[in-house]
């Protein structure tokens, strides 16, 4: 291959089986082209041969380049994890981003060999994340928290099904016998998945710490934290609140075209099993602990009248909460809470004063979740309703 490049960035379409390659380069004028394809297994060996195929092709690990795998499931996770352990810079995308790059190329067709093609121009082309695995701690904590979850919502189809057969016009006493069965089976697996992931967080002292520390919020409990912990990495994957926020899915997304002001809402592109756990605390949270969740429910209740908006604007609080207080190592301090949401809430409605005009004004009120310090008045319909005309006497 020819090594005048300023760039490399390799490809890789994974699957059950095999591993698609392909290598790209970008050269000094920007330009970029794939300049070989390889295919190879996805087990060790193959891991192996793909890395004596990179040094074949001139590559190193310290030359300025990524390997880029879509996340497919788990399949990718192994190869990746060989690879950062070899020193490769290695990044994971996800599908639906690596799907409008194809798009923005121009690549209509959908195969493995041009799924790898596409993979290895974005790895030259755009800078990449670098790939972090999960803690030897987290993974196995993620693992009973999702089979937990899974389990819980096998529960809830079973207890349809169960209600559904005994409300029906005639009952098989076979079936019956059996939902019962499974359900209490599923009950006990409930309770057995609970008590290991407790003993999992208490198995680290400073962990378990933590962990009583994010629990001292009423509403919310041990299994609520330690989804959050599995998913975030313990907050390893996590920088500041904003990153997190936009992680699970909370982001606020605009939606506005000239003088056309439509409604915002969370984008949901992250996490959904972080906002899954949070819901029912959330709830919790406003109704028994009070203070800095209720008010901020009753501020963003009062400025939109939807319930479950509110709610999201409180899940969202928590969970910054939650990272503040796991990286502080202190208890949740009701009062501190009230004193700094007061705070803010000022702060967001203290008038602005108008250079040109000596006289102060108030800042337009911001609109959607993105103010939800700052509440907004309900403005009037811009045409005044007409009343309906007077009938005339007979």
């Known amino acids: 291959m020819n090594t005048k490049y300023i760039r490399?960035?390799?490809?890789?379409?994974?699957?059950?089986?095999?591993?698609?390659?392909?290598?790209?380069?970008?050269?000094?004028?920007?330009?970029?082209?794939?300049?070989?394809?390889?295919?190879?297994?996805?087990?060790?060996?193959g891991f192996k041969a793909l890395q004596r195929w990179l040094s074949k092709q001139g590559l190193s690990t310290?030359?300025?380049g990524v390997i880029l795998l879509e996340a497919t499931g788990v399949y990718y996770e192994q190869c990746a994890l060989a690879l950062q352990q070899a020193g490769w810079e290695v990044s994971v995308t996800l599908a639906n981003k690596a799907k409008?790059?194809?798009?923005?190329?121009?690549?209509?067709?959908?195969?493995?060999?041009?799924?790898?093609?596409?993979?290895?121009?974005?790895?030259?082309?755009?800078?990449?994340?670098?790939?972090?695995?999960?803690?030897?701690?987290?993974?196995?904590?993620?693992?009973?928290?999702?089979?937990?979850?899974?389990?819980q919502e096998l529960r809830t189809q079973l207890g349809n099904q169960l209600h559904a057969h005994t409300k029906s016009i005639y009952s098989v006493a076979l079936v019956e016998h059996q939902l019962k069965t499974t359900l209490a089976g599923t009950e006990r697996q409930l309770k057995?998945?609970?008590?290991?992931?407790?003993?999992?967080?208490?198995?680290?002292?400073?962990?378990?710490?933590?962990?009583q520390q994010l629990t001292s919020i009423k509403g919310v409990g041990v299994l609520c934290v330690a989804v959050v912990l599995a998913e975030t990495n313990g907050f390893g994957l996590i920088t500041n609140a904003r990153q997190l926020i936009s992680y699970a899915g909370y982001d606020v997304v605009e939606n506005q075209s000239g003088s056309r002001r439509g409604k915002t809402r969370i984008s949901k592109k992250g996490n959904g099993r972080i906002r899954r756990i949070l819901h029912m605390p959330a709830l919790n949270a406003v109704r028994f602990q009070g203070g800095v969740f209720a008010d901020l429910f009753e501020r963003t209740y009062a400025r939109h009248g939807v319930k479950m908006k509110s709610y999201v604007a409180v899940?969202?609080?928590?969970?910054?909460?939650?990272?503040?207080?796991?990286?502080?190592?202190?208890?949740?301090?009701p009062e501190y809470q009230t004193r700094r949401g007061a705070q803010d809430q000022t702060e967001a409605e203290a008038p602005e004063t108008n250079q040109e005009n000596p006289?102060?004004?108030t800042a337009p009120p911001m609109s959607g979740e993105a103010a939800e310090g700052r509440p907004e008045p309900r403005k009037a319909p811009?045409?005044?309703?007409?009343?309906?005309?007077?009938?005339?006497g007979a």
């Not at 990449?128 to 009973?144: A, H, K, V």
């Open 100 to 151: 409008r790059y194809m798009q923005a190329l121009g690549l209509r067709s959908k195969t493995d060999r041009i799924d790898a093609g596409g993979l290895a121009m974005m790895a030259a082309g755009m800078p990449q994340q670098s790939w972090r695995p999960l803690d030897e701690f987290w993974f196995p904590l993620r693992g009973l928290t999702r089979q937990h979850q899974s389990l």
């Open 8 to 45: 490399f960035g390799v490809g890789l379409d994974v699957s059950e089986a095999d591993l698609e390659a392909a290598l790209a380069v970008m050269d000094s004028r920007g330009e970029l082209k794939t300049v070989a394809r390889r295919s190879f297994a996805n087990r060790p060996g």
């Open 62 to 64: 310290d030359r300025a």
């Open 382 to 392: 811009k045409t005044p309703v007409k009343s309906k005309p007077k009938k005339s």
């Open 192 to 211: 057995e998945l609970e008590g290991a992931i407790t003993k999992h967080l208490q198995s680290d002292a400073q962990v378990w710490k933590n962990v």
């Open 315 to 333: 899940q969202k609080k928590l969970l910054t909460i939650l990272y503040s207080l796991w990286n502080t190592g202190e208890a949740f301090d």
């Open 359 to 361: 006289q102060t004004k």
